[in-house]
Structure formats: C-alpha cells, structure tokens
C-alpha cells in the first residue's frame, strides 16, 4: 500500500489560489523565488547566510542545532542548490497548478498523514486536517511541538511519527 505523509503545508493549488496578505507576508519567499530567472539566484547568491538566517529569524534559538544550519550554510553556497530551491518554487506556481487543477475532481486515494508545525504559520492560516481532507479520502494528522522545520526540529517525534503511519 502506498501512503503519503506531508509536513506543515496544505496543498499549494489551495494557497495559490486563497492568497491573503497574512499569508502572502509571512510566505513572501514563494513569490520571490517563482520570479524569473536569474534575479532571486542572484539576489540570495549575494548573501545566502543572510537569505537563510531570515529565513530562520521567527525561530527560537535553539529550534535548529548548530550542525543543521550550517549544512543549510554549506549547501547554499553552491549557485546550482540556490538555482534548485527557485525552480522548486517555480514548478509549484506553474506546471504543478496545472497537474492540481485537472485533478480537482480527484482526491489522493492513499492514506495520508498531515503534520504541521504548532508554532509555525500554517495553522493559523488554515485547519490544516480538514485542508487536507477536500483533497484526499484517508487523512490523518495532527500538530507537532515545532515551527515549520519539523524534520529539523524534532527529528524524533518525526521519526516516531512516520514509523507508526508508515508501520
């Protein structure tokens, strides 16, 4: 059997298209990164440790360890990782809106488990479960002791979690 497990997003044909301003300023970065290439490159390429600590700004100190940001650090200082966090962007308010929207008549048929961050942004946004359940017929979830870095944050829950879903 297949299951899908998704962490602290709600299908983002729903986000596109649901804009709000609350959203659009804690999420300014999707607009950002979808911009033409190689201006967001470019821009982040000039200082990637000051794109990614305002990035993790909103975080408690001590959400990520040390060894984590500085792999984020580490990878983001290759022009190719930026480029391919744009173009992930990109394919979401582009050919993925396409794939979502000739599926709307659809829903994921898999059992599929939301998770999302207690102290990030999604939530309060959105009832993330019931989110989830326009869009697919087997949905579990609930909120975790995070932000919007789960695996980051609490590796361990996570883990714990996907094991019991995924058992």
């Given at each position: 059997?297949t299951?899908?497990?998704?962490?602290?997003?709600?299908?983002?044909?729903?986000?596109?298209?649901?804009?709000?301003?609350?959203?659009?300023?804690?999420?300014?970065h999707?607009?950002?990164?979808?911009?033409?290439?190689?201006f967001?490159?470019?821009?982040?390429?000039?200082?990637?440790?000051?794109w990614?600590?305002?990035?993790f700004?909103?975080?408690?100190?001590?959400?990520?360890?040390?060894?984590?940001?500085?792999?984020?650090?580490?990878?983001?200082?290759?022009?190719?990782m930026?480029?391919?966090?744009?173009?992930?962007?990109?394919?979401?308010a582009?050919?993925d809106?396409?794939?979502?929207?000739a599926?709307?008549?659809?829903?994921?048929?898999c059992?599929l488990?939301?998770?999302?961050g207690?102290?990030?942004d999604?939530?309060?946004?959105?009832?993330?479960?019931d989110?989830?359940?326009?869009?697919?017929?087997?949905?579990?979830?609930?909120?975790?002791?995070?932000?919007?870095?789960i695996?980051?944050?609490?590796?361990?829950?996570?883990?714990a979690?996907?094991?019991?879903?995924?058992?």
């Open positions: 059997m299951k899908v497990a998704v962490l602290d997003i709600v299908p983002t044909y729903k986000l596109f298209h649901n804009v709000t301003k609350e959203w659009a300023t804690s999420s300014f999707w607009f950002f990164l979808i911009q033409k290439a190689p967001p490159e470019t821009v982040i390429g000039n200082s990637a440790e000051y990614l600590k305002s990035r700004d909103r975080l408690p100190p001590t959400a990520l360890s040390k060894e984590a940001v500085a792999e984020y650090f580490r990878c983001f200082r290759d022009p190719a930026i480029h391919a966090t744009c173009e992930d962007y990109r394919a979401g582009s050919i809106l396409d794939h979502d929207a599926d709307l008549d659809r829903k994921v048929s059992p488990l939301a998770l999302w207690e102290h990030g999604m939530h309060r946004l959105y009832n993330v479960l989110t989830w359940k326009e869009r697919a017929s087997n949905v579990s979830g609930k909120p975790v002791p995070s932000g919007h870095f695996a980051e944050e609490i590796p361990d829950i996570l883990l979690e996907l094991k019991t879903f995924l058992g």
